[in-house]
């Protein structure tokens, strides 16, 4: 096995975070579909497709490693939203989340001297900037729109915020 078992462990972990935030976003854009928001929605069944690639990524990460693969159980994730603001700002809460788990996988990475998994984790830090701006982005949207999600699904229309291909698949 080319990892440690604490980074097997950890990584392990992490499809269970990335599986849970996909699908954290899948409700979130029911949440904007119901609406009648179609390009909010769209915009999170995207967040929630890319989140899943993501743990299909760490997936086939270990096998290739030679480890084995435990996807730990899913907690369910939050359904109800007050506002669409409180929508992204549990999606940014929950980025910051992965952010800081992405962190601690590369810790262990680096601490293990384990060049091949820091090569392989550099993708997901930098990917990480990407998903709490792009974020933060949508908050300020929805903060300026008030009570005009309409506003905010136009924009999203005319100005998407993450490019269409640019959830790093091509890697």
Same mark, same amino acid.
């Given at each position: 096995?080319? %990892?440690?078992?604490?980074? @097997?462990? #950890? %990584?392990?972990? +992490?499809?269970?975070? @990335?599986?849970?935030?996909?699908? +954290? ?6 949440? *904007? ?7 909010? #929605?769209?915009?999170?069944?995207? +967040? #929630? ?41 549990? #999606?940014?809460?929950?980025?910051? @989340?992965?952010? &800081? ?11 293990? &001297? ?5 090569? *392989? $984790? ?15 982005? $949508?908050?300020?949207? $929805? ?15 005319? &100005?998407? %915020? ?10």
């Amino acid at each position: 096995m080319l %990892i440690s078992k604490a980074l @097997e462990q #950890a %990584i392990n972990d +992490q499809i269970g975070q @990335e599986f849970g935030a996909s699908l +954290q976003y899948v409700n979130i854009a029911t949440y *904007f579909d119901s609406d009648s928001l179609p390009n909010l #929605a769209a915009f999170f069944y995207r +967040q #929630a497709d890319e989140e899943n690639m993501h743990a299909m990524k760490f997936v086939h990460y270990l096998v290739e490693a030679g480890a084995e693969v435990h996807i730990p159980a899913v907690s369910q994730p939050k359904y109800a939203f007050s506002s669409a603001v409180e929508a992204g700002e549990a #999606a940014l809460a929950w980025e910051i @989340e992965v952010t &800081n788990q992405i962190n601690g996988l590369m810790d262990q990475a680096i601490k293990d &001297n384990d060049h091949i998994s820091q090569d *392989f $984790l550099r993708w997901f830090v930098t990917e990480q900037l990407e998903e709490i701006s792009t974020m933060e982005t $949508l908050i300020s949207i $929805l903060k300026r729109s008030k009570d005009n999600m309409l506003f905010a699904d136009d924009y999203l229309n005319r &100005n998407p %915020i993450v490019e269409e291909g640019g959830d790093g698949s091509e890697e």
